[in-house]
């Protein structure tokens, strides 16, 4: 597998950031060059919106990224980036941040440069379940909108996943308009199910098929969990009711971030 390389600020990390990583990925094992607060001021001429330590939990937490290195300062023509002992095989870099100099640069170190076409970024392919089920483990399912998922989600699901394989229901576009209103959600099933399916703690994502607030209900009798796990936002009398007639054990989980890093709404970064 050939050692790769990426490079940048993944401030405010998207989808399309997401899809950049999975196309990095069938080069071989990424490592990402993440641009720290002091290089992005640098560079930037501003603070980034989420600091050095959130960006990092979060692509530390993406399946497709093998090891997050912080850079203090920009690979320059002097030096091949060599960080405990790793030495790059293939750049991968967006389409929109096709340079000259990193071209060069590549040439000179004898490193494949390889450039990812925005518009294979804006297609969100179905993930193939990944992660075997351990039969000495309980089966835990979480529910909910993920509009716009942020390190809060990250963190629940690592949390969530610490008491079995994790499976995750994404309510569908159709429900969250109806249990919402106009103009949710703000991203599509398929984009919301594909950041999800994207982290590592998660065995298996899936598209709710329900309706309501148990629009998950289809999915819960086909998956046949043990554990009903949410957050304090998520806890409604629908879901323990439910629990209690079907016998699961039902959690929940105080809503809070990771040690070190600011508390996340979706509703705050969404706007509405």
């Keep these: 597998m050939k050692t790769v390389i990426v490079a940048g600020s993944f401030n405010n990390i998207k989808s399309q950031d997401i899809r950049f990583l999975q196309e990095a990925s069938k080069f071989g094992a990424v490592n990402v060059f993440l641009w720290s607060d002091s290089l992005f001021q640098q560079i930037e001429c501003r603070s980034p919106e989420f600091p050095e330590e959130e960006r990092q939990y979060f692509l530390e937490s993406v399946r497709y990224v093998q090891h997050v290195f912080l850079c203090d300062r920009q690979i320059n023509q002097e030096e091949v980036p060599q960080i405990k002992r790793i030495k790059p095989e293939v750049w991968v870099v967006r389409e929109s941040e096709d340079s000259p100099l990193t071209r060069q640069y590549c040439l000179l170190h004898g490193i494949q440069y390889s450039i990812v076409k925005e518009s294979e970024l804006v297609v969100f392919p179905i993930i193939p379940f990944t992660k075997a089920f351990d039969p000495s483990r309980q089966k835990v399912i979480v529910t909910g909108s993920f509009d716009w998922l942020h390190t809060g989600h990250v ?54 098929t329900g309706h309501g607030w148990m629009d998950a209900e289809p999915e819960i009798e086909k998956i046949k969990p043990d554990i009903y796990a949410v957050n304090e936002d998520g806890d409604v009398p629908e879901k323990r009711e439910f629990c209690r007639e079907h016998g699961l054990k039902y959690v929940i989980l105080r809503r809070k971030p990771k040690p070190g890093l600011k508390a996340r709404q979706s509703t705050t970064l969404r706007g509405f």
């Design 155 to 208: 963190r629940f699901f690592e949390e969530t996943a610490e008491l079995g394989d994790l499976y995750v229901v994404v309510g569908h576009d159709q429900n969250l308009r109806l249990l919402k209103g106009e103009g949710h959600p703000l991203f599509s099933e398929d984009e919301r199910i594909y950041m999800v399916q994207s982290i590592r703690f998660v065995n298996q994502a899936l598209i709710s």
